[in-house]
């Protein structure tokens, strides 16, 4: 591995850029923040298509359950996504990972992302991958998962023209999983060596995206406007796409801004019911976010916890290595 990293190329120019212009970030954060507030506000004021549309979801206490527990299995499996691309460059293990992006999913509603830059810190001193190569991950996830939201939303647009049932629909939304399954069987040399690995990734993230169009199907359900396949899986695509954008960590203020313009355009668009306001879509992703919270603050504190308990013992075990080694 470390033959590998000493004659990896640079990272990319901008990469470092944004990696070491802490003042850049920083204003970036407020923009989110700002956005977030105001998401807040056009909600609050929105009335019966604001935040009060979604007053009666408690008297769904399963779909609100269920709304808690699965941003669960969507860590889960983008952690799986990020766990077969790091592979290809240390040892990491499959819990460790989850741990990592269970830490980093709290840490980034922080300013300047810190979940980010402790990840790639955290890789460098505990399972030896050089820094260069965790940003080679990073952008790999990145790509990975653009390519995953343009599939759905692409997949989405075209079942909605079709003259199917929404369990047609929600199959051939999800067909491109079939394609990365027969990915996985493709020769391991040559051009081919790594495309079991990025088909992995994909599957992966591919999977967790379908999670995201449930998790907005159970969001509209509760509030009584209940949306088609279609549209829920495209606005799936949409609202993750959020967290490419270089603002404010996991989305924050863009997410329901994405989302709420999203669901005021898509169903008419699509000519599968009567478009949503925009506080509506905002009220949406804001109780989608709430819920998010619910798990992420304590499976945020609990990663932390154990990675720095094996970020002591790493470091513990190389001083005791380094002593060791010096002549007597």
Known sequence: MSGRAGASPEAPRGLRLLFANPAVRLGLFFVGAGLFAFAIYTAWIGSSDGLRAFSSAWQRPGAMLA???????CLSLASMSFWVLTLRFGSVGCGEMLALLGGAWLLNYLPLKPGVAGRV????????I????SLVVVVQSIVVGLVCFVT??????IAAERAWSE???AGFIASP????????????RGFTTHAWRYSAAFAFRYADSLVWSLRYWLLFSVAGRPQGVSTTSAIAGISQSASLLPIAGNGLGVREWMVGLAARSLPEWY?????????FGVSAELLNRACEAVVAVPVGLISLWWLAKRYGRARAAQSLTAAQSIPS
Do not use: C, E, I
């Open 177 to 188: 999983l079939v394609f990365a399954l027969v990915g996985l069987g493709l020769p391991r």
């Open 167 to 169: 369990w047609g629909r």
């Open 67 to 73: 709304l808690v527990l699965l941003p669960l299995a």
């Open 121 to 128: 810190a955290y890789h460098k001193h505990v399972n030896g």
């Open 271 to 279: 000519g599968k019911g009567t478009s949503m306001p925009v506080a």
């Open 130 to 133: 050089d820094f260069r190569w």
């Open 152 to 157: 759905q939303v692409a997949f989405a647009s």
